[in-house]
């Protein structure tokens, strides 16, 4: 009995060592990438039962990233527990089997068995030790280690110490294919300007948008294939964020920084009724930055003047007459203050925008590559008494069907509660 136990934790000790080797293993390792896909109770029969894994469309990058031959892991949330080793039989796609969980989950991977079938139990516990996140593609490192785990299934791996963690390094290069999250509230902040190894825009430009804002917006509001436009297009940030999800884009610019930036003016759009399926504009705010010097900029007006509001209200006639009904645009404007004088902007152009699309929300996107966000400025700011631009305005906008541009009045039944308590109850 005492040999037996000897070798169980010699064994286990032996299991645990393959683990800890696992802090060392690189990106540089041939290691395929790895993704795990979640299910329920309800859905992994038909999981197991198609050899196919899905997602919605929250998560619709896990499945369009995974290629064929990559390794596949299944995670039971109600269980859990933690199923493989799979690898992927094809890459990801919308639809492969459209009926497949009466079209819940429509971004799908085909997948077939690597050996038995196997799980390992206590699936959360393991996860958080290994430091791996079930909703991001794994690192070479994550994959290794959870390809050592079903090598010895039966193990209570979740039980394990927790020196087996691999940690994230701080200076590790990003995932070619790493991508943001899709944002869940009205407020958005981003530590840089782009993600990934590619960059997106030139982060060196005056004023060039985040990255993430146009990723969300392209998630949210568009399919693979959907045409995206913007106007005004500056370095090409929606170009690439738009080339690298699979839609199709068109770009504008007063003037052209890029070959793929077609010189236009954002006033008049070259382009059929109803052709578009998104629009993204990052407009001047004002004359605070000085773009160039063609005397058409709207930019070098100043937003203190009616007239910087009715030259952007024609790009917002031009932008509805090109977007197909039910589309939405997303317009991202900062206020401004200078010279001790405040102009709110941004609700200058909400106003001109609900002459002729219908809200969707006001997104509040924190303000961080501003040349004043600075400690000479914090200062500046509290000894004179005023405050820094800590935020710009993300105002989403739709379109609407032509059929509810007719207002259609109903009866408004209201309910009304008296203040005043009756005597019989006092």
């Known amino acids: 009995m005492q040999e037996v136990t000897s070798t169980a934790q010699t064994k286990q000790k ?16 041939s290691v395929p990438r790895g993704q795990i896909f979640a299910c329920t109770n309800k859905t992994e029969k038909e999981c197991l039962d198609r050899m196919l894994f899905s997602t919605n469309k929250v998560y619709a990058n896990k499945a369009l990233q995974t290629k064929k031959g990559d390794y596949l892991f299944l995670f039971n949330m109600d269980s859990d527990r933690l199923y493989g080793i799979f690898k992927a039989k094809s890459d990801g796609k919308k639809d492969i089997v459209p009926e497949a969980w009466h079209g819940k989950y429509p971004y799908q991977v085909e997948v077939e068995k690597e050996g038995n079938i196997n799980s390992i139990k206590n699936a959360k516990k393991l996860l958080s030790r290994l430091n791996i996140n079930w909703r991001e593609q794994l690192t070479p490192a994550m994959t290794k280690a959870l390809l050592n785990c079903f090598d010895n299934p039966n193990l209570d791996w979740g039980s394990l110490i927790p020196a087996i963690t691999i940690k994230k390094s701080v200076s590790a290069p990003p995932l070619e294919d790493e991508k943001p999250p899709i944002e869940a509230t009205t407020l958005w902040d981003y530590p840089k300007q782009s993600y990934g190894k590619t960059p997106k825009g030139d982060n060196k430009y005056a004023g060039v948008t985040p990255a993430f804002i146009i990723y969300n917006l392209v998630q949210r509001y568009t399919e693979p294939g959907d045409l995206v436009l913007d106007p005004m297009a500056g370095s090409g940030t929606t170009i ?14 007063i003037t052209s920084t890029r070959p793929d930036i077609i010189q236009n003016d954002a006033r008049s759009l070259p382009l059929p009724n109803d052709h578009v399926d998104m629009i993204f504009i990052d407009s001047p705010y004002g004359d605070n930055i000085k773009y160039d010097d063609n005397p058409d900029n709207i930019g070098n007006l100043s937003a203190e003047n009616e007239e910087f509001y009715d030259e952007l209200e024609k790009v917002m006639k031009a932008c509805h007459r090109v977007l197909k009904p039910g589309k939405v645009l997303g317009w991202l404007i900062g206020d401004q ?33 501003q040349s004043s966000n600075t400690a000479l400025w914090y200062n500046r700011a509290r000894r004179f008494n005023f405050y820094l631009r800590g935020f710009k305005y993300l105002l989403i906008m739709r379109k609407k069907h032509p059929e509810s541009l007719a207002s259609k009045r109903g009866k408004i039944k209201w309910t009304s509660y008296s203040r005043v308590k009756s005597r019989n109850n006092n």
């Open 14 to 29: 032996a299991n645990e060592a393959d683990v800890l080797s696992l802090s060392t293993f690189t990106q540089k390792t």
């Open 240 to 253: 690439d964020v738009c080339n690298e999800e699979g839609r199709k884009v068109i770009a504008y610019d």
């Open 337 to 369: 203050w200078i010279k001790k004088k405040f102009t709110p902007v941004g609700f200058k152009i909400y106003e001109r925008l609900c002459k002729y699309f219908e809200t969707v929300d006001i997104i509040c996107v924190v303000r961080r590559s």
